[in-house]
Each structure stands twice: as C-alpha cells, then as structure tokens.
C-alpha cells in the first residue's frame, strides 16, 4: 500500500531530473549515430551491444549509489513517518530502476521503430540491458549501504564495475592460456555465470546468431546447451544476480541505523 | 507517555548510551542537552525507531516499541536539516507526507500562514532558501496535529519573526498537553520554552531536574550559568 504511494512520488521526482532525459539522449544519440553511418538494423544491434554491456552497468552502479547516499536525510525523514522500512526500500529502488529502464528502452528504440523495425527484433537488446540495470542498481544499494563514507563506497563501485566488464575478462583468457592443455569447458561456463555481465553478452550473442564475435565463452555456451537452453540457463543466472544483492541490500536496509 | 530504561546502544568502537532511564511527559517541554558525542541524538533516534537498540525498553503511551511502525503516526519531527525530493514543489510535498498518513481529517495548518509560505507553495523544494526549508520542515511537523514532536534546532536558521513565532506555536502546543522534547544549542531558548532539562553525559543520564529548580539551586541568573555552575568540575 505504502510502497507503491512512494512508488509514484519518487518516480514524479525523478522524471524530472535532467540526469533522466540526458540518459535517454545518450541512448538515442549513439544509435541514431550508427544508423547514420550506415549500418542496417542487424549491424545496429551489434554495435549496440557492447554500448549497453559497458555504459548500463557502470551508470546504474555509479547513479544508483550516488543516489542512495545523496537520499540519506530523506529516508531518515520518511522513516520518521508511519512507514515500513521494507516498503521504504522498495520505493528507492524502484526510483532508480524505472526511470533508467525506460530512459534505456525509450532512448534506443525510437530510432528503431522511426526505421519501420519490429518491436522483436530489438526485444532481447531491451531485456539485456534492463536485466543489467536492475542488477547494478541492487549491487549499487548494497554498497552504499555497507559503507558509510561515500568516497568509499563510489570508489569500489568503479572497481566492481571494472572489474566485471575488463578484469574479468582477461582473468578467463588468462586461465584459457594456462590450462590449454586441459579441458575447460565446464569451469569455463562456471566461470562466465558467475559474472552477469558475461552473461547478458552470452544471452545477446546467442539470440543474435553472432557467432564471429562470440568470444570463447559464447561459443562454449552455444556448443554445450544449444540456443534455448543456453538462453534459458543465462536469464536464470541472471534473475539470480538480480534477487542475492537485493536481498542483501534489503537486509541490510531493515537492519541499519540511520 | 514515553518511558526510556536501561537503554544501551553500542556502535563499531563506541557506547553512545549506557543504560539510560528516562520519561517524557504530555503538556511537558523536555530538553535533551549534552556535549557533542554524549548520546542525545542516539536517544533520540532510538525513539523514533532510526536506531535499533541493543537492550533496553522503550514505551510510548503504555506500549512498548518492537518494531511496529504504525506508531509514528503519532509523532511529528522537526530534523536539523530537512531533505525532501528535489524537483517537487513543497504543495507537492505535504501532499505527499498527507498520502502517505492516510489523509488525516484534522490538520493544523496555522503555521502556514504564520509564515506566509502561501507564496512559496509552487516552487520546487532545491529553490527554497535555507529559512524556507525549515519553515517547511516545521509546518510538516505540526501538521498532523501529533501527540508527541520531536524538535531539532528548531531555530535555527530561521529569521528572529519566524524564530519567535514557531516559539509562540511550541508553547500553544505545550497547552493543548503535547509531548515536546527539544534540543538547542542556545540556552536563552531552553530556558524559555523548557520545563525539564535532561543531561546526557558520556552515555549515561548525568541529571534530569526542571529548569526552574536548576536556577534556583545555583542562584544563577540565566540557564548558560547555571549549567555551567552544575557542571562545573565534569569535564564537558
């Protein structure tokens, strides 16, 4: 009841953030761009993938921690009013996830649909990038809640962030290289679940049927579950990534001093 | 109407409060005093159920507090510096604290006009001037006409015709048999609106007296001496 109250006046403060509408522009800007340029739609999504796969995690950790932080009077303020701390939560998360979720959708499908695509064939693109949203939001609200200096907390979401989209990476091909005697598939596809930005590329690639830019774990990933199940399988891991700092966050939130 | 005992609260590397007992009255103005780092704002958090504490037992009107939050509809605070959403306007605001209370049916909006914040109503809140704001925060306060305010340098910041009325309003208050506990750092406030002074120092419940009986026990003229006077030999 309360929740979805807060719900509605975060989100009518937020939509009217300049951040907000800056975010959509830069979504509708590149893609525009790269329609100009002369791409067809296929090619569009290609090179849309690694923009959503860099720029959505690293503005959802950073935005989202920083909103956390720049909120702390105001959750004080509303926790003083008949209000459940759960629902609270909920509210601010929502506050952040929404308007960049749509901010996102609206930003790279306009210069889609203004081309006569297909809602379809930009759908999995969407999904990738809201998933990554949500989840970087929630590792963010775990931050930022562990740590109450700010500087702190900003400063290892930047290395979470590096660390999942480049570290990581070199991390497997190093492992890749040493072990190239040994099989490695299986710790391979451990390996790629256990970072959700691999497995939005992998969810991304085998949709697209890109396999000249799947990289190892892509190809591993296709190899050994198929299309459907590696899909199934990705979205699965992660829902996963999304629900553990969440619910993290959420316990610490219900737990925390303020 | 709210008692306090035996509360504890420790953080990481420091106790802020050991043991402290004590009660709140209704038609009571009780001010919270102390050094900085003795305890009060965890006290006062604690009530208001920011803070968890580590034992200790907390009622407000006979009930004793275990996490229900319902409660607080009968609480009004006041905070040092209040932060509400940015890009709504203050309408928009106390239509959102008025949401998310129920829409009570009996509300106190004198001190809108005592402020003449009329004006003010249609301007995002990251517009308003430092004295606005807490005006703002005062009217929100005292709106839903509750039982028991909790004001944090509720002065401060204000203009001296904004400062003297919201005085005059915690007294109106005070009248109608509220629970008004209150912190300032200015003694000449205290000694105006206060009929109870509570001393935290280091954690512990130092004394609780009334003003009235601390003047007269040290013969001091004003509240600053005689605090001072108490204290004296207590490193503070």
């Not at chain 2, 049916?105 to 990251?126: A, R, Y």
Request: glycine content about 8%; charged content about 20%; some cysteine.
């Amino acid at each position: 009841m309360s929740t979805t109250k807060i719900i509605k006046y975060q989100l009518q403060d937020v939509f009217r953030s300049k951040w907000v509408w800056a975010y959509a522009l830069f979504f509708f800007a590149v893609t525009e761009a790269l329609f100009q340029f002369g791409g067809d739609g296929d090619r569009v999504i290609t090179s849309m993938m690694n923009v959503v796969l860099l720029v959505i995690p690293l503005i959802s950790i950073v935005l989202g921690a920083m909103y956390l932080y720049n909120s702390r009077e105001y959750i004080e303020l509303l926790l003083c009013q008949p209000v459940k701390r759960s629902s609270l939560f909920f509210g601010l998360f929502s506050g952040v996830t929404v308007p960049l979720s749509v901010a996102f959708t609206v930003g790279v499908a306009v210069p889609f649909l203004m081309r006569g695509s297909e809602i379809g064939s930009i759908l999995f693109l969407v999904i990738t990038g809201i998933l990554l949203t949500v989840i970087f939001v929630a590792m963010a609200f775990g931050l930022a809640l562990s740590f109450e200096d700010r500087i702190k907390g900003l400063g290892i979401a930047l290395i979470l962030w590096l660390f999942f989209t480049v570290i990581y990476d070199g991390i497997i091909l190093l492992i890749i290289y040493s072990f190239s005697d040994y099989p490695l598939q299986q710790p391979v596809i451990i390996l790629s679940m256990l970072n959700p930005v691999d497995l939005g590329r992998i969810l991304l690639l085998l949709n697209y049927d890109i396999s000249a830019l799947m990289g190892f774990t892509g190809a591993v990933f296709q190899r050994f579950f198929g299309s459907l199940a590696g899909q199934s399988i990705s979205i699965t891991a992660m829902l996963l990534w999304l629900a553990i700092p969440f619910w993290l966050g959420r316990r610490a939130f219900l737990r925390r001093n303020f | 109407m709210i008692t306090v005992k035996q509360l504890k609260k420790r953080f990481a590397k420091l106790e802020a409060l050991k043991g402290v007992d004590v009660s709140f009255e209704p038609g009571e103005v009780t001010a919270v005093l102390g050094p900085n780092g003795a305890g009060k704002t965890t006290l006062i958090k604690s009530i208001l159920g920011l803070v968890r504490p580590d034992s200790g037992i907390i009622t407000f009107d006979g009930k004793e507090l275990n996490g229900d939050y319902t409660y607080r509809e009968r609480i009004g605070y006041m905070p040092q510096q209040a932060r509400y959403p940015e890009n709504l306007t203050v309408k928009e605001i106390l239509e959102m604290i008025r949401d998310l209370r129920n829409y009570p049916e009996v509300q106190d909006e004198e001190l809108i006009t005592m402020f003449n914040l009329q004006s003010e109503m249609n301007k995002p809140f990251k517009t308003l001037s430092g004295g606005n704001k807490q005006k703002m925060s005062a009217v929100l306060a005292f709106l839903f006409c509750p039982d028991v305010l909790f004001l944090d340098e509720p002065t401060a910041g204000l203009d001296p015709i904004a400062s003297s009325k919201l005085k005059d309003k915690i007294i109106t208050e005070k009248k109608k048999g509220k629970t008004i506990i209150l912190t300032s750092h200015i003694m000449s406030e205290i000694q105006e609106l206060a009929d109870k002074v509570v001393y935290l120092l280091e954690g512990n419940l130092h004394f609780v007296t009334t003003v009235d009986s601390l003047l007269d026990d040290t013969g001091q003229p004003n509240l600053e001496r005689a605090l001072a006077s108490k204290l004296e030999g207590v490193a503070a």
